[in-house]
């Protein structure tokens, strides 16, 4: 699965791949300098060089979750230097149900050999919480294989945006899992949705206090995974969405005067940007709603109760 994924963003990351440049798609593991194995990492970096200005993407995967952060940074030629500001990364010592952010730079030097392109370098932590939050060292190399990045890039964004491949009818009832509602504790997720825009795409009104809701991914199937958010609590994180619906029941809170549901863009899937069918019904009546998320925004609709 994750040679898969390596290979899909790959082939979205074409053209960053230069020899005089560090754009490109690079991956390999990172480790934590401790006995348990369980504190390794395996990271994806995807960057864009423009002129020693970094701007790019990193993906790791740790124990059963998943991240995707936006990431900044710059590039020295004459020294061969790469550094990333401020970089949120899981602490190693976290547990599988609550996650702690480690704020982290990412320095690494860029080596160039006839076989192969590397970064060579490490996570580290800042002033104040290196003894915490130890270094996590890697070597990750470069795939060379991908080309022609921007159009394919494009295209295939403009397709996922444009086209809906599949959909699900009033009678699929096929669920892939159901959400209990109940605030979840994740550090990562809860901190990484406070820094994005709340992006309202649609009012709805429903004559129940109860509703469900079922996500399915909007298209092709890629990898999209969400995190939902109601009136701003995580009810579920990392959830890879599907032909087959997350599901939730959901009590609405009738003292405010709109409830809040949100998607966080976990990733961006291997077709960018992150897109949900949302289907929303109160028994009686049935919403289907196009959602997109991505780095940037959570997409959001606001429920209210129909007055009697």
């Not at 599901?247 to 897109?275: C, Q, R, W």
Request: proline residues 2%.
């Amino acid at each position: 699965m994750i040679k898969k994924i390596f290979l899909a963003c790959a082939l979205l990351t074409a053209s960053f791949g230069y020899a005089q440049t560090v754009g490109g798609y690079w991956y390999g593991p990172a480790f934590a300098q401790t006995k348990n194995s369980a504190s390794n990492y395996l990271i994806e970096l995807i960057l864009k060089d423009n002129n020693g200005k970094l701007q790019g993407a990193l993906n790791y995967y740790f124990k059963n979750s998943f991240r995707s952060v936006p990431v900044n940074g710059s590039y020295n030629a004459k020294t061969r230097y790469i550094t990333l500001h401020d970089v949120p990364v899981t602490y190693f010592g976290s547990f599988v149900d609550m996650e702690i952010d480690c704020t982290m730079d990412l320095v690494a030097t860029y080596r160039k050999s006839k076989t192969e392109s590397t970064l060579v370098g490490y996570f580290t932590g800042k002033p104040g919480y290196k003894y915490t939050c130890i270094d996590l060292n890697f070597n990750l190399v470069l795939n060379t294989d991908a080309s022609n990045m921007d159009s394919v890039f494009q295209a295939l964004r403009n397709f996922k945006e444009t086209h809906q491949v599949w959909k699900p009818t009033a009678t699929d009832t096929i669920t892939d899992v159901n959400i209990i509602q109940r605030k979840v504790v994740n550090y990562v997720v809860n901190n990484e949705f406070k820094k994005r825009e709340i992006d309202v795409v649609q009012e709805i009104e429903v004559e129940s206090d109860s509703i469900t809701l079922d996500f399915y991914d909007n298209g092709e199937i890629d990898g999209d995974s969400i995190s939902v958010f109601v009136n701003k609590d995580l009810l579920a994180y990392n959830r890879i969405i599907s032909t087959r619906s997350v599901h939730f029941d959901i009590k609405l809170d009738t003292t405010l005067e709109y409830n809040e549901v949100s998607m966080f863009a976990d990733n961006l899937g291997s077709i960018p940007p992150n897109t949900a069918l949302m289907i929303v019904s109160d028994g009686k009546n049935r919403f289907e709603i196009r959602l997109t998320s991505n780095f940037e925004k959570n997409a959001t609709i606001r429920v209210r109760k129909k007055k009697r």
